[in-house]
């Protein structure tokens, strides 16, 4: 390894970049982090998860959405909400993470590289410094690329960032819109139709598919779409989009979308959320002896190697799950094992949040899995409204089901809709993880009044239903 500059480089500082640089460090090793933005953090700090996800909290606390149902369907915090008011919170927030990521990576020895990197050999990276320096030629033992991805765009759609824009714009947005129309209902369409619904606009979903986010299970997808139709929301399923055009008409433009169905949808912005491509077209995966996939994505085995061993990837450029969370672990593992490092974790029951208003959150199988690998579970319910805590804070939506094997009793998925559906889906995480039985959330005290207690009721109407 003496005769490489560094140990380790890593390409790209969002979550599975920035873990897998200060493993490295941890483990004693030259370790370097290059990023082309002015900034560390990724997507996830600087336009994916932390931005939407400040941005949705804002919306939910001025619009007055979780006390609606207390103070009457008209009660807000603040009328007239700008899209200022909600920067304000968001931009507040971003430069924190940003803060506590740069400091972790430094207080760690990792080399902090401003520059963009680009393949010479599976060895060697080419350094475009930021700064217009000039070039570096840079040698590393290992490299892990950890690039992640860009919001997907079609050439022959007119985007200009204000009327027609993608996710990575949507903090640049000078205005909220009256009408918004959402072109792709994947978890961020969903996301941010649902964010924008809460503020009072009038927002259409449109779909090729027949149902929202089909990998979630249908009972809790039933209860989002009437929660989001509830919300005046119109959602277009089954519909192909044939053209976006924009009709300029100074302050008062449109967008209208052709349907392939004939159906035409005319609102002031829209949305274009169809996924997201693999940020490897400027690398020059060839030098290093890779190519990526015709969506830009890498392929890596087990331990997040690529075809050439020394030349590792991890996050949202090896493709699914595509999760901030799961993006850190990715990055860590990598590391390890670049060095020899055992290193455990248990992929198979990382919880999936979608924060969609109503938030949903999951962990294990879901009832159509379950059904369709012939499995004998039975299902407990609990709702937020039937238990204390739901009524004090004002949720009477929420809904948590367990999922049993009906023999050994064994939990096999947790599927939780409601206020702190994320949060509390690690309960029965962790229960899992340790191969716990429905008898566990029986023979438990929990605080009171928790809407952990969901828990405890679900679990009592499951073994209720065992007796018939
Ligand atoms: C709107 C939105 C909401 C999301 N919400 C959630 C959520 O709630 N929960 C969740 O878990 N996940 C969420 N995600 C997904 C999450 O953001 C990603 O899973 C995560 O950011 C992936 O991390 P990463 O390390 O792969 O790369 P990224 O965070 O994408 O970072 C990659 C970095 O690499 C840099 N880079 C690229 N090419 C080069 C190069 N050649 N040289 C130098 N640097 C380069 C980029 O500038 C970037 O900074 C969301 C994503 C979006 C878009």
Redesign the pocket.
């Known amino acids: 390894m003496a005769d490489y500059d560094y140990d380790m480089l890593v390409?790209?500082?969002?979550?599975?970049?920035q873990r897998a640089a200060i493993r490295a460090a941890k483990l004693g090793k030259r370790s370097g982090l290059?990023?082309?933005?002015a900034v560390v953090?990724?997507?996830?700090i600087?336009?994916?998860?932390i931005p939407?996800?400040t941005l949705r909290e804002a919306v939910i606390y001025l619009s007055g959405y979780r006390l609606r149902s207390i103070y009457g369907e008209s009660y807000t915090v603040k009328q007239n909400i700008t899209m200022d008011d909600l920067l304000f919170r968001t931009d507040y927030v971003v430069r924190h993470e940003i803060d506590v990521t740069r400091h972790q990576v430094q207080r760690n020895g990792v080399e902090l590289i401003n520059?963009?990197?680009?393949f010479v050999d599976p060895h060697t990276l080419r350094l475009a410094m930021v700064d217009h320096s000039g070039e570096r030629i840079a040698t590393a033992a290992n490299i892990l690329i950890?690039?992640?991805?860009e919001?997907t765009r079609d050439p022959k759609i007119p985007f200009d960032g204000q009327n027609v824009f993608v996710?990575?714009d949507v903090l640049s947005l000078k205005k909220l819109p009256r009408t918004l129309a959402v072109i792709g209902a994947g978890?961020?369409g969903c996301?941010?139709a649902s964010i924008f619904a809460t503020l009072g606009v009038r927002v259409t979903l449109i779909d090729r598919a027949h149902r929202l986010l089909p990998f979630v299970d249908a009972e809790v997808i039933e209860a989002l779409d009437y929660h989001l139709r509830e919300s005046r929301m119109t959602l277009r399923f089954g519909e192909t989009v044939s053209g976006v055009e924009l009709v300029p008409n100074g302050a008062d433009s449109r967008v209208k979308i052709h349907l392939a169905s004939g159906k035409e949808i005319v609102a002031e912005k829209a949305l274009y959320s169809i996924g997201?491509t693999g940020?490897t077209a400027?690398?020059n995966l060839a030098a290093a002896g890779l190519k990526a996939d015709d969506r830009g994505r890498i392929k890596v085995n087990e331990h997040f190697q690529t075809e050439v061993p020394n030349v590792y990837a991890?996050?949202?450029?090896i493709g699914f799950p595509?999760?901030?969370?799961?993006?850190l672990e990715q990055?860590r593992l990598a590391a390890c094992y670049a060095f020899g490092i055992e290193a455990k974790s248990t992929p198979e029951l990382f919880p999936y949040?979608i924060?969609t208003i109503p938030e949903i959150s999951y962990v294990g199988k879901n009832e159509e899995e379950l059904t369709a690998a012939n499995v004998p579970y039975e299902s407990g319910k609990a709702s937020y409204r039937e238990i204390a805590r739901g009524q004090i804070i004002g949720d009477n939506i929420g809904m948590l089901k367990l999922l049993f094997h009906r023999e050994t009793r064994e939990i096999l998925g947790v599927h939780i809709i409601g206020e702190s559906a994320s949060e509390l889906v690690h309960i029965g995480q962790a229960v899992m993880s340790l191969n716990g039985t429905i008898d566990y959330f029986v023979n438990t005290v929990f605080n009171y009044p928790t809407l952990a207690e969901c828990y405890k009721n679900a679990a009592l109407d499951g073994v209720n239903r065992l007796c018939g």
């Open positions: 390409i790209g500082s969002g979550p599975a970049g290059i990023e082309r933005k953090g990724g997507i996830c600087n336009l994916g998860t939407s996800k520059a963009e990197a680009s950890a690039v992640g991805t919001a996710s990575d978890v961020i996301e941010y997201r940020a400027r690398l991890a996050g949202d450029v595509s999760l901030a969370s799961t993006s990055g949040g924060y």
